[in-house]
């Protein structure tokens, strides 16, 4: 929902006119977005609701669509992109699909009862979806790459457009006095910050043996972690921090929305997030967006943007080389740590600044038009 939020405010600052067909009813969360949304749900039961069968999709898209220059459809596994492909196909609307990750082989090798249960639909729904789009789109060159790994019977038109980020849009300065002055254990300190769920997929406990690791002996580092638990897990990730001895400099702040989240972000001095899978990472875009450094792993889709801005450092996935990549960060001069902060802020506006973002989708969609007459 953040990606859609994003792309859609900047679709709209960039002066097209945008629309929202969501599948859920009339007063969920959804609807509070400043856009036109129209709510289509709520889902019926009938295919079960995790599929969001919404019978008034397919006729309002009837209806509909040919006001419009080209729909983007997001995510996959769902109603929707049945419902798309059904009327689309063939009129002059081109449809375009937005994965977000759902194709990444990471889910096959992790869940493969699932996938099986995926695999019996694939053949007739989603690869029938992605085969006859005008464009697939993906955020970063990874996901393009990777995305044929998850079944061998796939075709697609493949576009990276990318994915991103808004600028700050409130004086970092001032957010880190405010969240120093609510966190005063922390001034003084040199921060490494995680931000994100509090989710095994996110490596949150190796993130703590790897600071462990790497920071026990240098007393000035503290580790924030910044997230939602939604999962349950933050008592058994305290309890590894106290064996570890590290619990007096670990910082649990819980989720930071809206505007509160740039406060965590201007006061760290570098930003971590060595998950396991994560197609995009908005947070490590923002993180770029208010000029910190990012270690990374390299199953973070976005880690080849990364390495070739200079924009971070980029490990594998394990506790070793994770506290090996900390101990590199914390081994640069304060001209070399300079030097990476900026190339930070480079690649955030070359790459992962919404506004480009959103303008590779729009050109997408004016490319799958001039395809569609001729």
Request: aromatic share 10%.
């Amino acid at each position: 929902m953040e990606a859609v939020r994003l792309l859609s405010l900047a679709h709209r600052e960039a002066g097209h006119e945008v629309e929202i067909a969501s599948l859920d009813g009339p007063g969920s969360a959804s609807m509070t977005l400043p856009l036109e949304i129209h709510a289509l749900g709520p889902v019926s039961a009938r295919f079960g609701r995790k599929f969001g069968y919404a019978p008034r999709l397919i006729p309002w898209l009837r209806a509909n669509h040919m006001r419009f220059d080209g729909v983007v459809v997001h995510g996959l596994w769902q109603y929707q992109t049945y419902a798309c492909r059904a009327v689309l196909l063939g009129s002059n609307t081109p449809y375009l699909v937005f994965p977000h990750g759902m194709l990444d082989p990471w889910f096959k090798e992790q869940y493969p009862l699932k996938h099986l249960k995926k695999w019996l639909y694939w053949p007739w729904g989603d690869y029938r979806v992605l085969r006859d789009a005008a464009a697939t789109l993906f955020t970063c060159e990874e996901e393009k790459l990777i995305a044929p790994k998850s079944f061998w019977l796939y075709r697609a038109h493949a576009v990276v457009t990318g994915l991103g980020a808004s600028t700050p849009d409130v004086d970092l300065d001032r957010a880190a006095e405010n969240f120093l002055s609510e966190y005063p254990q922390l001034r003084g300190t040199r921060i490494v910050l995680f931000m994100g769920r509090l989710h095994p997929k996110k490596g949150c406990d190796l993130l703590l043996s790897a600071f462990a690791k790497a920071y026990l002996s240098a007393p000035q580092w503290r580790l924030l972690m910044v997230g939602p638990d939604q999962v349950g897990w933050q008592l058994q990730l305290q309890g590894q921090a106290q064996q570890l001895g590290i619990s007096e400099r670990v910082c649990w702040a819980g989720p930071r929305m809206g505007d509160r989240r740039w406060g965590p972000l201007a006061a760290a001095e570098v930003f971590i997030l060595p998950s396991h899978q994560e197609n995009f990472g908005i947070a490590v875009a923002e993180a770029m967006a208010c000029g910190k450094p990012v270690l990374i792993s390299d199953k973070v889709n976005i880690w080849r943007e990364i390495q070739q801005e200079k924009a971070g450092l980029v490990a594998s996935d394990t506790a070793e080389d994770t506290a090996r990549m900390l101990s590199q960060w914390v081994a640069l001069d304060a001209d070399e740590r300079m030097a990476v902060a900026k190339h930070a802020r480079n690649c955030f506006e070359k790459h992962f600044d919404i506004r480009v973002c959103a303008e590779a989708v729009v050109q997408a969609v004016r490319d799958a038009r001039v395809v569609e007459a001729t």
